[in-house]
Protein backbone atom coordinates (compact mmCIF):
# COMPACT_ATOMS: atom_id res chain seq x y z
CA UNK A 1 0.00 0.00 0.00
CA UNK A 2 1.66 3.32 -1.13
CA UNK A 3 1.73 6.17 1.77
CA UNK A 4 -0.75 8.12 0.29
CA UNK A 5 -3.21 5.40 0.32
CA UNK A 6 -2.38 4.44 4.03
CA UNK A 7 -3.33 8.24 4.72
CA UNK A 8 -6.27 8.73 3.19
CA UNK A 9 -7.52 5.23 4.57
CA UNK A 10 -6.28 6.55 8.45
CA UNK A 11 -8.38 9.54 7.81
CA UNK A 12 -5.15 11.71 8.50
CA UNK A 13 -5.80 15.26 8.44
CA UNK A 14 -8.10 17.97 9.32
CA UNK A 15 -11.64 17.31 10.52
CA UNK A 16 -14.99 19.62 10.61
CA UNK A 17 -14.15 23.10 9.34
CA UNK A 18 -10.65 22.55 8.68
CA UNK A 19 -11.31 19.83 6.10
CA UNK A 20 -13.89 21.97 4.63
CA UNK A 21 -11.74 24.92 4.53
CA UNK A 22 -9.10 22.51 2.50
CA UNK A 23 -11.39 21.28 0.22
CA UNK A 24 -11.81 25.09 -0.83
CA UNK A 25 -7.95 25.45 -1.35
CA UNK A 26 -7.70 22.70 -4.41
CA UNK A 27 -7.91 23.68 -7.45
CA UNK A 28 -10.42 22.35 -10.12
CA UNK A 29 -8.90 20.12 -13.11
CA UNK A 30 -9.66 23.45 -15.54
CA UNK A 31 -7.32 25.49 -13.50
CA UNK A 32 -4.85 23.45 -13.39
CA UNK A 33 -4.17 21.07 -15.75
CA UNK A 34 -2.21 18.04 -16.45
CA UNK A 35 -2.71 16.58 -12.76
CA UNK A 36 -2.93 12.93 -14.71
CA UNK A 37 -0.02 13.08 -16.81
CA UNK A 38 1.87 10.01 -17.67
CA UNK A 39 5.27 9.31 -17.18
CA UNK A 40 7.69 10.39 -19.50
CA UNK A 41 9.56 13.46 -19.39
CA UNK A 42 7.63 15.53 -20.98
CA UNK A 43 4.66 14.64 -18.91
CA UNK A 44 6.62 14.78 -15.82
CA UNK A 45 7.23 18.65 -16.38
CA UNK A 46 3.93 18.89 -16.87
CA UNK A 47 3.19 17.32 -13.74
CA UNK A 48 5.66 19.86 -11.81
CA UNK A 49 4.10 22.70 -13.06
CA UNK A 50 0.74 21.39 -12.40
CA UNK A 51 1.97 21.23 -8.71
CA UNK A 52 2.79 24.63 -8.58
CA UNK A 53 -0.38 25.37 -10.06
CA UNK A 54 -1.83 23.56 -7.46
CA UNK A 55 0.23 24.97 -4.63
CA UNK A 56 -0.02 28.59 -5.97
CA UNK A 57 -3.78 28.48 -6.34
CA UNK A 58 -4.30 27.61 -2.75
CA UNK A 59 -1.89 30.22 -1.50
CA UNK A 60 -4.05 32.81 -3.76
CA UNK A 61 -7.09 31.25 -1.89
CA UNK A 62 -5.93 32.20 1.60
CA UNK A 63 -4.88 35.52 0.26
CA UNK A 64 -1.13 35.29 -0.02
CA UNK A 65 1.07 36.00 -2.71
CA UNK A 66 1.77 33.01 -5.24
CA UNK A 67 5.66 31.55 -4.57
CA UNK A 68 7.61 31.71 -7.76
CA UNK A 69 9.04 28.82 -9.66
CA UNK A 70 12.85 28.74 -9.11
CA UNK A 71 14.55 26.21 -11.12
CA UNK A 72 17.27 25.77 -8.77
CA UNK A 73 14.50 24.32 -5.97
CA UNK A 74 13.31 22.47 -9.12
CA UNK A 75 16.46 20.96 -9.65
CA UNK A 76 17.00 20.20 -5.83
CA UNK A 77 13.58 19.37 -5.67
CA UNK A 78 13.93 16.85 -8.35
CA UNK A 79 17.45 15.33 -7.27
CA UNK A 80 16.30 14.84 -3.68
CA UNK A 81 12.94 12.77 -5.54
CA UNK A 82 15.62 10.51 -6.88
CA UNK A 83 17.60 10.14 -3.64
CA UNK A 84 14.29 9.02 -1.99
CA UNK A 85 13.61 6.76 -4.63
CA UNK A 86 16.76 4.87 -4.69
CA UNK A 87 17.56 5.13 -1.06
CA UNK A 88 14.57 5.52 1.42
CA UNK A 89 11.45 7.85 2.31
CA UNK A 90 12.74 10.63 4.54
CA UNK A 91 13.69 13.94 4.53
CA UNK A 92 17.22 12.31 4.96
CA UNK A 93 17.71 10.18 2.32
CA UNK A 94 20.62 8.41 1.75
CA UNK A 95 21.90 10.13 4.60
CA UNK A 96 21.41 13.47 3.79
CA UNK A 97 20.47 16.41 5.68
CA UNK A 98 17.30 17.72 4.02
CA UNK A 99 18.51 20.99 2.59
CA UNK A 100 21.59 18.62 1.10
CA UNK A 101 20.78 19.46 -2.66
CA UNK A 102 19.14 22.36 -2.01
CA UNK A 103 22.32 23.69 -0.44
CA UNK A 104 24.52 22.22 -3.56
CA UNK A 105 22.01 24.22 -5.85
CA UNK A 106 23.74 26.96 -5.18
CA UNK A 107 20.46 28.78 -4.54
CA UNK A 108 21.15 29.48 -0.94
CA UNK A 109 22.75 33.10 -0.50
CA UNK A 110 25.20 35.35 2.01
CA UNK A 111 22.61 36.15 4.25
CA UNK A 112 19.70 35.23 5.74
CA UNK A 113 17.59 32.52 4.44
CA UNK A 114 15.05 30.26 5.05
CA UNK A 115 13.67 26.38 3.78
CA UNK A 116 11.08 23.64 4.05
CA UNK A 117 10.50 20.94 2.31
CA UNK A 118 7.52 18.56 1.80
CA UNK A 119 7.55 14.62 0.48
CA UNK A 120 5.11 12.64 -0.70
CA UNK A 121 4.52 8.97 -2.99
CA UNK A 122 2.00 7.06 -4.17
CA UNK A 123 1.26 4.47 -6.50
CA UNK A 124 -1.23 4.08 -9.44
CA UNK A 125 -3.98 6.87 -9.37
CA UNK A 126 -2.97 7.89 -6.02
CA UNK A 127 0.73 9.05 -7.19
CA UNK A 128 -0.89 11.64 -9.38
CA UNK A 129 -0.35 15.66 -8.95
CA UNK A 130 -4.20 16.36 -7.29
CA UNK A 131 -4.14 13.19 -4.89
CA UNK A 132 -0.65 14.09 -3.79
CA UNK A 133 -1.67 17.49 -2.73
CA UNK A 134 -4.89 16.80 -1.46
CA UNK A 135 -2.97 14.37 0.90
CA UNK A 136 -0.60 17.19 1.67
CA UNK A 137 -3.31 20.13 2.34
CA UNK A 138 -4.90 17.18 4.99
CA UNK A 139 -1.75 16.94 6.71
CA UNK A 140 -1.12 20.38 9.27
CA UNK A 141 2.40 20.11 8.84
CA UNK A 142 2.33 19.83 5.15
CA UNK A 143 -0.20 22.79 4.54
CA UNK A 144 1.36 25.03 6.52
CA UNK A 145 4.74 24.93 4.51
CA UNK A 146 2.43 25.43 1.48
CA UNK A 147 0.48 28.52 2.91
CA UNK A 148 3.40 29.86 4.81
CA UNK A 149 4.66 33.50 4.98
CA UNK A 150 8.23 32.30 5.44
CA UNK A 151 9.10 31.43 1.73
CA UNK A 152 9.09 33.33 -1.74
CA UNK A 153 9.96 30.00 -3.97
CA UNK A 154 8.81 26.74 -4.35
CA UNK A 155 10.51 24.18 -6.69
CA UNK A 156 8.71 20.72 -7.10
CA UNK A 157 10.38 17.43 -8.37
CA UNK A 158 8.89 13.95 -9.26
CA UNK A 159 10.24 10.83 -10.06
CA UNK A 160 8.72 7.38 -11.70
CA UNK A 161 9.81 4.04 -10.83
CA UNK A 162 9.44 0.92 -8.41
CA UNK A 163 9.39 2.03 -5.19
CA UNK A 164 8.56 -0.17 -2.35
CA UNK A 165 7.14 -3.13 -3.90
CA UNK A 166 5.25 -0.50 -6.25
CA UNK A 167 6.00 -0.32 -10.24
CA UNK A 168 5.13 3.37 -11.45
CA UNK A 169 5.36 4.81 -8.06
CA UNK A 170 5.65 8.98 -7.69
CA UNK A 171 7.73 10.10 -5.26
CA UNK A 172 6.85 13.77 -4.82
CA UNK A 173 9.35 17.04 -3.44
CA UNK A 174 8.28 20.02 -3.12
CA UNK A 175 11.42 22.63 -1.87
CA UNK A 176 10.51 25.67 -0.61
CA UNK A 177 12.68 28.66 0.42
CA UNK A 178 13.44 32.60 0.92
CA UNK A 179 16.82 33.98 0.04
Known amino acids: MSLVAALLMLG ?27 GGAKAMAKARQSMTCMVNYARARKGLRQYRVQR ?6 GKKA ?19 WIRRSGYLGEGGWATGENIAWGSGYL ?16 REAILSGSFTDVGAGVVSGTFSGFDGARIWVLHFGDN
Not at 72 to 77: C, I, N, V, Y
Not at 82 to 94: M, N
Not at 133 to 139: H, L, N
Request: with cysteine.
Open 12 to 38: AGPSGPDRAEAATLIAPAKICPNHKAG
Open 127 to 142: GNVRNIFIAWMKSKGH
Open 82 to 100: RDILRCDFSHEACGRKFDF
Open 72 to 77: QLTWSA
